[in-house]
Antibody
Framework: EVQLLESGGGLVQPGGSLRLSCAAS????????MTWVRQAPGKGLEWVSI????????YYGDSVKGRFTISRDNPKSTVYLQMNSLRAGDTAIYYC??????????????????WGQGTLVTVSS | DIQMTQSPSSLSASVGDRVTITCRAS??????LNWYQQKPGKAPKLLIY???SLQSGVPSRFSGRGSGTDFTLTINSLQSEDFATYYC?????????FGGGTKVEIK
């Protein structure tokens, strides 16, 4: 059974940093790209970032580019999201998801067949 | 970036009704269009991928069609468990983008 368990959320001040983790199990982790999607309170889904199976290719949404970094540790079956220079607009539930798709040197896309339950990030003073 | 526009943003329907949700892309995405269902307080769930392929375990009353820029999700004979918010997502190119969502409510 595929399981994705996010952790690391919490309350952080504007300008601060936070690192989210997503521990995966139930599938061959390094075979699949992984992604982060967020949802602000009462709002829709916003794609944040994606990383290829070997971690060599990463892509970001415009609103987080230059501030967030996605990475993965395949032996630990874990994907991370390092979030710096946080703003109030980053307040959201952050979901990790397993990706069915493909990655190239210029793009990494697909659809998201399994999701974690999410972790809440609140940016406020 | 490819913009995804869903309509309507909300609708009211009764059990047994047929419901159709539309998703339009700002440029052609071939058939790289996926649909998700989200219930309150829960993570999204994949319903349909590549425009018309039903994810394993999803009831056959759900169907999708379209190509290029215009797509639809249809729910035949709406059931009580189908009241939720539905999102489309394009997987043609990064940045990957979602539609704004359609909330299906009980009439």
């Amino acid at each position: 059974e595929v399981q994705l368990l996010e952790s690391g959320g919490g309350l952080v001040q504007p300008g601060g940093s936070l690192r989210l983790s997503c521990a995966a199990s139930g599938f061959t982790f390094n075979y699949y790209a992984m992604t982060w999607v967020r949802q602000a309170p009462g709002k829709g889904l916003e794609w944040v970032s994606i990383v290829s199976g070997n971690g060599g290719d990463t892509y970001y949404g415009d609103s987080v580019k230059g501030r967030f970094t996605i990475s993965r540790d395949n032996p630990k079956s874990t994907v991370y999201l390092q979030m710096n220079s946080l703003r109030a607009g980053d307040t959201a539930i952050y979901y990790c998801a397993k990706v069915l798709g493909h990655c190239t040197s210029t793009s990494c896309s697909g659809y998201f067949d399994y999701w974690g339950q999410g972790t809440l990030v609140t940016v406020s003073s | 970036d490819i913009q995804m526009t869903q309509s309507p943003s909300s609708l009211s329907a009764s059990v047994g009704d047929r419901v159709t949700i539309t998703c339009r892309a700002s440029q052609s995405i071939n058939t790289y269009l996926n649909w998700y269902q989200q219930k309150p307080g829960k993570a999204p769930k994949l319903l349909i991928y590549a425009t018309l392929s039903l994810q394993s375990g999803v009831p056959s009353r759900f169907s999708g069609r379209g190509s290029g820029t215009d797509f639809t999700l249809t729910i035949n004979s709406l059931q009580s468990e189908d009241f939720a918010t539905y999102y489309c997502q394009q997987s043609f190119s990064t940045p990957l983008t979602f539609g704004g969502g359609t909330k299906v409510e009980i009439k």
